[in-house]
């Protein structure tokens, strides 16, 4: 009986250990058999293409500010609006300043064109122009004119000028060749003591004989007023605002040019 | 052979015999005969009848076992079947993804190195560019000076142009009275030889020869040296 049942074990276990390895055997081919292949062990090389470098030039020429051009610059452009104006009279020759108001008219003073049989009018480049007529206000020394062809440059205008600002006197004193004199505002006179029914501008610019009829410019360009005169007292330069300037022209108008002799 | 084939009852000690059965509950061949008045030996020895019954049960036994066995086996490989189709299945999936990742990256590098040599083109350009505005800088520094160089001597010589046309006024303002003095003067010279009154004649030449005199003092003044 024992023998039998060993038997009966022995072939038992047989079997048993014939299941095992057939298990072992297909648990290793479904493990194994359906494997797909490995990846790389590696991943693959980025290759990164080269790029130039930015010349240190570039950088250097951005950096760099454009130049201003002379023709652009604010000097180059009142340089421009300026003219000398020559008043040929029965006493010989006189000289002025003036500034084109438009392509055709320019601003001046009337003392500049009093008394004038012949006007004559020169930009700074040395281009003549010829007056055709003339005018003078008749309450404030201010005179128009008009010339036979286009100037260069019209100026423009700004009424509201105050006191401490710096300007600049631009005009030919003593017949000379256009100067910049550059200031400021010191007040705003009442001006019947200096000649002018109205606001009068007084200026630390330095001022000549030639400057009368001379924009004053602002740090801008503008024109703020119209050189006229020197307190002598002071020294100071005078010159008439804007806003006087159309006061008093609105008011009086304007009349022909006086004739030589006539005061 | 046995119609019954079941598990043993439950464990009862009272009632288990030696093989493990209970004694009334125990199933009997049809062979198996009760022994006469065997009460004590039944107890402690077996019979070969009943030693090939075990065998036959064990035997079953056995069967059952490798029945259960063989179903776990066919299931585990079944399963196993299963899951290398569906690995192998995702691995080749897997496989055309990354064959596509690979075509799309090796398209990229291409647009990469096209871009790539087009910016070096650009700044190859730059460079270039940046070398000649720079010279155009220099140069056009250069010009600004000589411009103003020239626009400073275009002012001298309009000045002088001014001042010339000033002096050329002045001149033809003295030039124009001693014409006048002269045609007065010979106007003079006519009435006195057709012996006319020369009163008026001479005012009018000695006023005139004298304002021309004035001016030419007054442009000497201004221009002393002529």
Redesign the interface.
Known sequence: ?LH??LT?LA??RR??LF?AG??LV??L???C?????A?PSQP?EV?R???????P??D??AA?PV?Q??SNSLRRKAEEMVV?V?N?NCE??A?GSGFALDPHTLLTNRHVLAGAS?L?V?????H?YQVSTAEVGALVDLGIATVDGALPRAASTYAEPSAGEGVTVVG?PL????TFSSGRIVDFVDGVSLGVPGKVMRLTANVEPGNSGGPVLDRRGRVVGIVYAIELATGYGLAIPLDTLRTLTRAGGFQGVPACGSG | MSDYVGPPPEDDAETRTETGWPSAARPRSQDEKEPPNSGAANETAVSPSSRGIRRRLRLRLATLVLCVLLTILIGVAGWGLYAMHVNEQRAVSWQHRAQKLQANAAQLQSLLDARTRLLNQRIDQMDRLARKLKLAQVALGQSQGDVSSLEERQRQLANEKAQLQDQQRLLDKVAGGYVTCKQDLIQLLSDFANSYDTTSSYDTANTDCTNADASLQSYLGAYPNG
């Open positions: 009986m039998a049942a009966h072939s038992a079997v048993g299941l057939f298990t297909i648990a081919e479904a493990g058999g359906g494997l797909a292949s990846p693959p290759v293409p080269a790029v130039h470098r930015l010349n030039q570039v250097q020429v760099t130049p051009l002379i000398r020559r040929i010989g020759i000289t012949q004559e020169s930009t700074w480049d040395g003549d030919f017949g000379g060749p256009l």
